[in-house]
């Protein structure tokens, strides 16, 4: 742990609500990871801007957390500041001509319910896919039909060396598989182009992915969704399944009886039971079909 005293101090005067050596597993989807020296939330742009000065002054790592989702964190934690953007980073407002301003913070089936419900379209394979928009817009999130990169006009990004917000516009925007330019920066909201439709065609679309994501995946346990990225023309899902391991379990993580490209914390499992569940599969399928599995979560903190 970091030493005590010193930098707590301070957050604990400025952000009275922030929480010393706080268990992430209370943040996470997959209800796994040690603690983070320091945890906090922040609702708005001058407070961000407090709070990186004071990192700033202090040497402070900070990690920018989501929901939790698409994410393992290991055993022992994160080291430094973990923040969470809420309050006026969930807000989401409708522009003219089909646009959508959408915060950082806000729930990426919450903006996609919200879009229908407004007769805008381009966001209904969005309804099921667990996480923030900062954290979609990071990873390109979507499903095989539909991601949020295509409807991206322009990003807002906290630029950490003029310490306030930034637009990037589509120009300066790169979306790829399960990725994009943005990996590594503060991003705080974006806005969307969508297309005008009909609201009730759209929502039948919203509806048709609902049903198909209930019966296909364990949205009723703990997880972080996809665990690997699909190979190019292959589905990780049938890879895995036909290497005999749907339902393999290791310590208290398994491979999803339902769907094997999802890996569940069914029973109280640790960091180091999902990543040794991790290396099974990695090899099994290596072995059996020669193919590379990468990874789509995203591992942070200390084992």
Same mark, same amino acid.
């Given at each position: 742990?970091?030493?005590?005293? !010193? ?7 400025? #952000? %009275?609500?922030?929480? #010393? ?13 040690? /603690? ?66 959408? !915060?950082?913070?806000?729930? @990426? %089936? ?19 896919? %667990? ?14 039909? *539909? =991601? ?5 006009? =322009? ?13 990037? %516009?589509?120009?300066? $925007? ?25 609201? @009730? ?16 995946? /364990? ?5 972080? *969704?996809?665990? #690997? ?6 589905? @990780?899902?049938?890879?895995?399944? =036909?290497?005999?391991?749907? !339902?393999?379990? $290791? *310590?208290?993580?398994? @491979?999803? /009886? ?46």
């Amino acid at each position: 742990m970091a030493a005590r005293g !010193g930098w707590r101090e301070k957050i604990s005067v400025r #952000f %009275p609500g922030a929480k #010393f050596d706080e268990p992430l597993s209370r943040h996470t989807t997959f209800h796994i990871g040690g /603690p983070a020296d320091c945890y906090l939330e922040i609702g708005n742009c001058a407070d961000l801007q407090d709070f990186a000065a004071l990192a700033a002054g202090q040497k402070l790592p900070v990690f920018f957390l989501g929901q939790g989702s698409n994410l393992l964190v290991l055993d022992r934690g994160i080291r430094g500041a973990v923040v969470r953007l809420r309050g006026r980073f969930e807000d989401m407002e409708l522009l003219a001509g089909a646009k959508v301003r959408a !915060g950082a913070g806000l729930r @990426v %089936p919450k903006l996609a319910s919200f879009c229908a419900q407004k007769g805008l379209a381009g966001l209904e394979p969005l309804i099921g896919v %667990p996480g923030t928009v900062g954290g979609a817009l990071v990873m390109n999130a979507g499903t095989p039909d *539909g =991601e949020i990169g295509p409807w991206t006009a =322009e990003v807002e990004i906290w630029d950490e060396k003029g310490r306030a917000p930034r637009v990037l %516009p589509r120009a300066e $925007l790169r979306f790829g598989y399960r990725s994009s330019n943005l990996s590594g920066r503060i991003v705080l909201g974006c806005v969307l182009q969508l297309k005008p439709g009909d609201k @009730v065609d759209i929502m039948k679309r919203v509806q048709g992915y609902q049903r198909r994501r209930f019966q296909t995946q /364990p949205i009723h346990t703990y997880n972080v *969704g996809s665990v #690997f990225k699909n190979p190019p023309g292959r589905f @990780v899902a049938r890879i895995v399944e =036909e290497a005999g391991l749907k !339902g393999r379990a $290791l *310590g208290g993580a398994r @491979v999803s /009886p339902k769907h094997a490209n999802f890996i569940e914390n069914f029973s109280g499992a640790t960091a180091k039971d999902v990543l040794e569940l991790i290396e099974l599969i990695r090899g099994e399928v290596r072995r059996i079909f020669a193919i590379e599995l990468e990874l789509e979560v995203k591992v942070v903190g200390e084992a």
